[in-house]
């Protein structure tokens, strides 16, 4: 039976509760939403006591299903004011899930300044001083944790920025070669863990026993079908394990909608040189890893290990959307110089694409040059010690731009946009500025009928058809999300008329349940409507779900603008 174990923050005590009857039944992003909602006022202070951390596995942690070792945690975002649910691969999922627990809560907030960690262990939590880690980057306190308490234990750690309590900052996971390459990125959660004077929380499930399902014969074989549509789909099987994410970079330039130098062009003359092609002709050559899972069990393997032109580490996980961001945005060309700065993100714990938009606007307000990576790095390092620019980085792209007056900012509900312009793929549009979360791609990934003709087609430039593609990829991510199931199965889900049954299958085989495919979107709708109850108690209304005027703007190649009206909007989030 899997319980809920709450730690006070202020108190430094821990207590295990059976979950409620309503909960019972939840993981992933549907649990940590519900607890946001049923236990945070709307109105508080992100960073006061009022807030919670919630950190939750998905109902399919820590089994045999491929790819099921995703990550939620969930808040009242520092940067948005709304609710947020971030979501990433590493250990900690799978560990909790062995351990038998369903949720951990931080709660309160200590009154000094000293930071703590938490080790939780099949047997024991502890809550324990953590003075001599304050002050450390993720790079080295994950590989000190892992010295004293065993390799591929789960590690969640916050950076200097998370320390600073930075409305970009990050949680940082240990993927499984110890570094931080895995972030729960979006929306400050560090800084809410920052505020909990957490500086880490270590996961050992030494000792634990496998999840057994409850029809071991029957998750075998939804398991064996579920493996195969992932490996034979070309998306899952071919072309993420053979480029990364970064594949999608001379794809959507292609398409005319990569967001170029502040979103004024959807074309990079120099996308070639920051391309996924290029990224592993860099990696082959300097002998790095051109293919490696984020979490056990993955068989998509899009992460890979990035060298330096020494032929040393420097990053991993390096991902398309860090790429454009500290790119084509920034119009940066030069890879090495943009893994820098993916590597200092990690480090310091910022997430990437915040940062990326956030060192755009920088340029736009003349602080450094368009295009100069090195100043870029050097303005990146004044998080570390602290400084007024630093800071000011490091809280994001809109309080950059309030800093330096730039009207021309990117962002929905005080998140930056990701990589596609929502002009020219007008599904992923949508989603940015109906999202609860903020401009979030990955919560209704619009590009996939839009651009990559998975799942139908929907033309990116028009409007028809995209409010209806928004909504029901917002309702069908909402419950992968749930599962623990990676982002990237969407694209096998969609092109396989058994994708979402599948699903359904291992669910039903590991907990002797009848679902439907009907109750997993039921899933979808309710995470949603907890998501819009919470942001409406906070002061959310229509107007708050539209883009920036600045997208009011033809962009070229295509000459696209944004036409959707706020009513035609909350249509794609009547759920």
Same mark, same amino acid.
């Given at each position: 039976? #899997?319980?809920?174990?709450?730690?006070?923050?202020?108190?430094?005590?821990?207590?295990?509760?059976?979950?409620?009857?309503?909960?019972?039944?939840?993981?992933?992003?549907?649990?940590?939403?519900?607890?946001?909602?049923?236990?945070?006022?709307?109105?508080?202070?992100?960073?006061?006591?009022?807030?919670?951390?919630?950190?939750?596995?998905?109902?399919?942690?820590?089994?045999?299903?491929?790819?099921?070792?995703?990550?939620?945690?969930?808040?009242?975002?520092?940067?948005? =004011?709304?609710?947020?649910?971030?979501?990433?691969?590493?250990?900690?999922?799978?560990?909790?899930?062995?351990?038998?627990?369903?949720?951990?809560?931080?709660?309160?907030?200590?009154?000094?300044?000293?930071?703590?960690?938490?080790?939780?262990?099949?047997?024991?939590?502890?809550?324990?001083?953590? /003075?001599?880690?304050?002050?450390?980057?993720?790079?080295?306190?994950?590989?000190?944790?892992?010295?004293?308490?065993?390799?591929? +234990?789960?590690?969640?750690?916050?950076? *200097?920025?998370?320390?600073?309590?930075?409305?970009?900052?990050?949680? *940082?996971?240990?993927?499984?070669?110890?570094?931080?390459?895995?972030?729960?990125?979006?929306?400050?959660?560090? &800084?809410?863990?920052?505020?909990?004077?957490?500086?880490?929380?270590?996961?050992?499930?030494? =000792?634990?026993?496998?999840?057994?399902?409850?029809?071991?014969?029957?998750?075998?074989?939804?398991?064996?079908?579920?493996?195969?549509?992932?490996?034979?789909?070309?998306?899952?099987?071919?072309?993420?394990?053979?480029?990364?994410?970064?594949?999608?970079? $001379?794809?959507?330039?292609?398409?005319?909608?990569?967001?170029?130098? $502040?979103?004024?062009?959807?074309?990079?003359?120099?996308?070639?040189?920051?391309?996924?092609?290029?990224?592993?002709?860099?990696?082959? @050559?300097?002998?790095?890893?051109?293919?490696?899972?984020?979490?056990?069990?993955?068989?998509?393997?899009?992460?890979?290990?990035?060298?330096?032109?020494?032929?040393?580490?420097?990053?991993?996980?390096?991902?398309?959307?860090?790429?454009?961001?500290?790119?084509?945005?920034?119009?940066?060309?030069?890879?090495?110089?943009?893994?820098?700065?993916?590597?200092?993100?990690?480090?310091?714990?910022?997430?990437?694409?915040? +940062?990326?938009?956030?060192?755009?606007?920088?340029?736009?307000? =003349?602080?450094?040059?368009?295009?100069?990576?090195? &100043?870029?790095?050097?303005?990146?390092? *004044?998080?570390?010690?602290?400084?007024?620019?630093?800071?000011?980085?490091?809280?994001?792209?809109?309080?950059?731009?309030?800093?330096?007056?730039? /009207?021309?900012?990117?962002?929905?509900?005080?998140? &930056?946009?990701?990589?596609?312009?929502?002009?020219?793929?007008?599904?992923?549009?949508?989603?940015?500025?109906?999202?609860?979360?903020?401009?979030?791609?990955?919560?209704?990934?619009?590009?996939?009928?839009?651009?990559?003709?998975?799942?139908?087609?929907? /033309?990116?430039?028009?409007?028809?058809?995209?409010? %209806?593609?928004?909504? $029901?990829?917002?309702?069908?991510?909402?419950?992968?999300?749930?599962?623990?199931?990676?982002?990237?199965? &969407?694209?096998?889900?969609?092109?396989?008329?058994?994708?979402?049954?599948?699903?359904? @299958?291992?669910?039903?085989?590991?907990?002797?349940?009848?679902? +439907?495919?009907?109750?997993?979107?039921?899933?979808?709708? #309710?995470?949603?409507?907890?998501?819009? %109850?919470?942001?409406?108690?906070?002061?959310? +209304?229509?107007?708050?779900?539209?883009?920036? %005027?600045?997208?009011?703007?033809?962009?070229?190649?295509?000459?696209? *603008?944004?036409?959707?009206?706020?009513?035609?909007?909350?249509?794609?989030?009547?759920?």
């Amino acid at each position: 039976m #899997s319980k809920i174990l709450r730690i006070n923050t202020k108190e430094k005590t821990s207590v295990f509760e059976e979950p409620s009857e309503a909960l019972s039944g939840l993981g992933g992003r549907a649990l940590t939403s519900k607890l946001i909602l049923n236990e945070v006022p709307g109105t508080c202070h992100p960073l006061s006591s009022a807030n919670k951390l919630v950190i939750a596995p998905g109902l399919l942690a820590g089994t045999a299903a491929a790819n099921s070792g995703r990550l939620s945690a969930g808040a009242k975002s520092p940067l948005t =004011g709304g609710i947020k649910e971030s979501n990433s691969g590493g250990l900690v999922a799978q560990k909790l899930a062995r351990l038998g627990i369903q949720a951990l809560v931080l709660e309160n907030k200590p009154e000094n300044d000293s930071y703590s960690i938490i080790v939780i262990k099949k047997d024991s939590v502890e809550i324990l001083p953590a /003075d001599q880690y304050q002050g450390m980057g993720n790079y080295e306190i994950m590989e000190k944790l892992w010295n004293k308490y065993g390799e591929h +234990t789960g590690i969640m750690s916050i950076g *200097q920025a998370g320390e600073q309590r930075l409305k970009a900052a990050s949680i *940082q996971q240990a993927d499984p070669q110890g570094r931080p390459g895995r972030a729960l990125g979006r929306g400050g959660l560090g &800084a809410v863990m920052g505020s909990k004077k957490i500086k880490a929380i270590v996961v050992d499930d030494k =000792g634990c026993d496998r999840i057994s399902p409850a029809d071991a014969d029957a998750f075998k074989a939804a398991n064996k079908r579920w493996v195969g549509m992932l490996k034979e789909h070309p998306v899952t099987g071919q072309g993420l394990a053979g480029f990364g994410t970064a594949i999608l970079v $001379n794809i959507v330039n292609e398409a005319g909608a990569l967001p170029t130098k $502040n979103f004024r062009s959807g074309r990079f003359d120099n996308a070639g040189d920051i391309s996924g092609e290029k990224m592993v002709e860099l990696i082959e @050559d300097r002998g790095g890893i051109t293919a490696e899972g984020c979490h056990p069990g993955c068989v998509i393997k899009c992460s890979q290990v990035y060298h330096d032109k020494d032929g040393k580490y420097l990053t991993s996980g390096f991902e398309y959307e860090t790429i454009w961001a500290m790119g084509a945005h920034t119009t940066i060309h030069n890879l090495d110089e943009i893994a820098m700065l993916d590597r200092l993100c990690d480090d310091f714990g910022l997430d990437t694409i915040e +940062t990326g938009v956030s060192l755009g606007i920088a340029m736009e307000g =003349g602080l450094i040059e368009w295009g100069d990576g090195k &100043a870029a790095i050097d303005l990146l390092k *004044q998080v570390k010690v602290g400084s007024i620019k630093g800071k000011m980085i490091g809280n994001g792209s809109v309080f950059t731009g309030d800093a330096l007056g730039v /009207d021309r900012v990117p962002a929905v509900k005080r998140q &930056a946009l990701p990589a596609y312009d929502p002009r020219s793929v007008k599904g992923v549009g949508v989603t940015y500025a109906t999202s609860p979360m903020g401009a979030d791609h990955t919560a209704g990934y619009g590009v996939t009928a839009n651009i990559l003709s998975v799942g139908g087609t929907v /033309d990116p430039l028009k409007k028809e058809g995209n409010i %209806e593609l928004s909504k $029901n990829l917002q309702i069908a991510t909402a419950a992968i999300d749930a599962a623990g199931l990676c982002l990237f199965v &969407a694209f096998a889900v969609l092109d396989n008329e058994d994708g979402v049954q599948t699903i359904v @299958d291992m669910l039903n085989a590991q907990y002797a349940l009848s679902l +439907t495919p009907d109750d997993v979107m039921a899933l979808g709708r #309710s995470i949603l409507n907890d998501e819009k %109850e919470f942001n409406r108690r906070a002061g959310f +209304t229509k107007f708050d779900d539209q883009l920036p %005027e600045m997208f009011n703007e033809p962009v070229p190649p295509h000459n696209t *603008q944004w036409d959707f009206t706020i009513d035609e909007l909350q249509e794609s989030i009547n759920f």
